[in-house]
Each structure stands twice: as C-alpha cells, then as structure tokens.
C-alpha cells in the first residue's frame, strides 16, 4: 500500500448528479476526475451520453473523456489497464484523485481487477451477431436470461453488445460468464473510499425524463442522424440511440422513441442500483449531501496533509 495516495470513487445511477458532485469534490481536493462511464469514452457521441459541458470539463481536468472513436474497440479490459497506468502517473503529483462513473463493472475493474476469462470461439460470436441482424436482440436476451440469469440482470440489457457477449461466452465455455466477474479481488497499491449517490426512486425517475427531454432539446435527434451511417457499431447500440435509429427508419414515431429512451433509462438505473448495492463496502448519501460527504471522505482517509 502506497501511503497517502487514495481513489474516491463515486458511483450511483444516471441522472442522480455524480459529474456535479464529482466536480465540486475534485475542486474541494484539488485534485482530477477520471472518468469510469462506458459511453462518455466516444468523441461522437456527446448529447446522448451526458457528458460533462465544456464549462464543467474546463473547471476540473477529466480523463477518457472523448478518448477514443466509436470505430475503436475499447473493452473493460482495455480500460483496466489504461486506467491504473494513468492513476500511477497521477499520483506522482496528487494524494487523492477522483474516479466517478455509473459503469458498474468498468469501477470493479480498477477497484478489484478483471478475472483471466477462457476464450471463446469466434465461429459463435459471428453466428450470434448474424442472428441479431435478422432477428434483432430478443430471442438472445431471453437465452440469455435463461442461462445466465445473474449477467442477465446486472446488465445494461438493451445494449447488444453485452447480450451477445454473455451468450457467446456460456455458449463457447459451458459456464456463466457472472461466476467469472471480480471472483478474485486484486490488491491495489494505493486505498479506495467508495461513495454512491441515490435518492426517492420518483425523484430519481423524474430527474431521468427530465434529462431526456433536455438532451432532445439540445439536439439529439439530429446527433443520432448525423451518425446514421455507424449504428452498426457496437458503441451506438445503446440506450438513446438504438430508439432513435428506430425512429430514422420508421419502425416507430417519434414520441414513442422518446418515450422507450425514458423507460430503458429508468430500467438501466435500476440495473446499477442493484450492482452498487452489493458492495458492502460502499457508503451511500444523497446528492444534496456535500457537507456530509466531504467529511465521510476526511475522516476515511487517514493521511491528508494538515488543513484538508
């Protein structure tokens, strides 16, 4: 354990306020942000991914923020390494820095490392993707659901992606690929405080239909047709854009397609509540609660230098 050196993690469902709250942390410590969300990663895709604002960005360095292209594959793995490398270099020069995201397993990726995963055969991986260009993701989710039910759950299940990953994996291995996720809890040379936001679950979901209608009104229906000729790539096959591209090709209208982004986004939320939730480690608070936090974040770490 190296001492002095601690990651504040702060994690907790969309819309609850962890860019703000992150933020005003990384500008109480003086410190940066790195960010842990899955989507925020791709330089395209900016209104649908909630990203911080270019004021936000400009107030307080972040890093994997529009980091990499949507036609780069960047796994959980990928980030794993990338990211110690960058906390390592980071921490030459502060005592605490910042991880914040809603990606449940990219956090447990830095926090408690990746298991070493069998490999899994190709030939499945084509076949499965095929079947979901002629017959979309519902017949390999509810495969999925059957097989691997614990994956299943915890998993953004509108992103295809991750569907046809889990079946491919049980399909090639014979095993669940959840048995596999953080069995084994890797050291980290430096201490975690886990932090998580939540709130009403009303409130929560009035804060997620709120966000979407201001990420229509700031142009995401044409954000998505501008990236129309991609959407067969695996970043885009998320929620915002998967029912926007419905919409372009007029398989649904457009109040519907605004209407299933609210309801797969409330559903998603869920999905990360009960991921954060089993980490005993993690302390929750309420958005409001910055006073109460900072000094949870005080009195956890044992080696701020005087005035902290």
């Given amino acids: 354990m190296v001492p002095g050196k601690t990651l504040i993690v702060v994690a907790g469902p969309t819309a609850i306020g962890k860019t703000a709250l992150a933020i005003q942390l990384a500008k109480f410590f003086s410190t940066e942000i790195i960010s842990a969300d899955s989507r925020q990663f791709f330089r395209e895709m900016e209104i649908g991914t909630a990203k911080p604002s270019k004021e936000e960005l400009a107030e307080v360095k972040h890093y994997f923020i529009n980091s990499h292209s949507i036609s780069t594959l960047f796994s959980t793995g990928d980030f794993e390494v990338e990211a110690l490398t960058l906390i390592q270099e980071l921490f030459t020069k502060k005592d605490l820095l910042i991880m914040v995201g809603g990606s449940g397993l990219y956090l447990d990726a830095v926090c408690k490392g990746l298991d070493e995963l069998p490999q899994t055969d190709l030939t499945i991986r ?8 002629r017959e979309g993701i519902t017949h390999i989710r ?13 998993t953004d299940q509108s992103n295809p992606q991750r569907m046809i990953r889990g079946l491919e994996f049980f399909l090639s291995t014979g095993s669940r690929l959840s048995s596999f996720h953080t069995k084994q809890v890797k050291e980290r040379p430096f201490n975690i405080v886990k932090i998580a936001l939540n709130t009403d679950r009303n409130k929560l979901y009035e804060r997620i239909n709120t966000r979407v209608d201001l990420m229509m009104q700031a142009g995401l229906l044409e954000e998505v047709r501008s990236l129309q000729p991609y959407q067969h790539l695996n970043a ?21 397609a605004v209407d299933k982004i609210k309801q797969n986004t409330r559903r998603f939320a869920k999905r990360q509540l009960t991921w954060f939730r089993r980490d005993d480690a ?10 109460e936090i900072i000094e949870y974040i005080r009195q956890s770490v044992k ?3 005087p005035g902290l």
């Fill in 126 to 133: 084509k076949q499965l993707n095929e079947q979901f260009e």
């Fill in 142 to 154: 509810e495969q999925l659901r059957i097989r691997d039910p614990e994956y299943f759950n915890k």
């Fill in 236 to 256: 885009l096959k998320t929620v915002g854009y998967s029912e926007l591209f419905d919409y372009l090709e007029d398989k649904t209208t457009l109040a519907s």
């Fill in 282 to 291: 993690t302390k929750w608070f309420e958005p409001e609660q910055l006073p």
């Fill in 303 to 305: 080696s701020f230098k």
